[in-house]
């Protein structure tokens, strides 16, 4: 079964400091998407940031930026300039192809970091 | 654009007695999945459809969870009986669609639903 591993239930950081988040996932897949995202404590999910994994350039969204290792199969997602509204629960995804019906993909979660933002 | 709705927001209910969920997505999207999310917990998938076909329920417990998405628009999902377990955020998510050389849909989701069993 794929997984995906974070491997830090909790991290804190200072108001305007940065943070690297952790993700390591497996797949047998060549060309695909990996994803981060934030759940507030609202519960919405949205997505903060993706990277396609065929492009050697890392993605980057404003403060959000990540360090995508393929070979090591490593995701970790970086905050810069930390904000209060940052604090959430935030998942790694990705995604694999349903077995029994190969159009179609679904995305495995990790169990998440609780970022807490310390004032 | 509108997002994924999803009603109620929230629900109490006791053991034993049914209850459902109700999801719109997003106008266009062919994808609708339903994702169990127990507190501390990522996001379960339990049931995936494409229009109105099911795609994947292997993670759905048949014997007291049903879902459908009749017209291949909005979805419900019904649990009956309800046990203590199944206290969770119900999650519904839309995409629009199949897979193509890379995959990687990006996954829109509503509010969640936060049932509590007593």
């Known amino acids: 079964a794929q997984t995906v591993t974070q491997s830090q239930p909790e991290m804190s950081v200072q108001e305007a400091e940065t943070v690297t988040l952790s993700c390591t996932y497996d797949t047998s897949e060549s060309d695909y998407y990996l994803f981060w995202y934030k759940q507030p404590p609202s519960r919405q999910m949205i997505l903060v940031i993706r990277q396609e994994a065929y492009k050697q350039q890392n993605a980057t969204e404003n403060r959000f930026s990540v360090n995508f290792q393929k070979a090591a199969k490593s995701f970790s997602l970086k905050i810069s300039d930390s904000q209060l509204g940052d604090a959430a629960m935030y998942f790694c995804?990705?995604?694999?192809?349903?077995?029994?019906?190969?159009?179609?993909?679904?995305?495995?979660f990790g169990t998440g970091t609780r970022l807490t933002i310390i004032p | 654009e509108a997002g994924v709705a999803q009603s109620p927001r929230y629900k109490i209910i006791e053991k034993r007695q049914s209850v459902a969920f109700w999801c719109n997505p997003i106008s266009g999207h062919a994808t609708l999945y339903w994702y169990q999310q127990i507190l501390g917990q990522g996001p379960k998938l339990l049931i995936q459809f494409q229009n109105n076909g099911v795609v994947d329920d292997s993670q759905l417990p048949k014997d007291r969870f049903s879902a459908e998405r009749l017209k291949g628009v909005d979805s419900t999902l019904k649990i009956q009986p309800a046990k203590l377990e199944d206290s969770a955020v119900y999650l519904c998510?839309?995409?629009?669609?199949?897979?193509?050389?890379?995959?990687?849909?990006?996954?829109?989701f509503g509010p969640g639903t936060r049932l509590t069993v007593l």
């Open positions: 995804a990705s995604p694999r192809r349903v077995v029994s019906n190969f159009g179609n993909e679904k995305l495995t």
């Open positions: 998510a839309s995409s629009l669609g199949f897979s193509g050389r890379v995959i990687g849909n990006e996954q829109f």
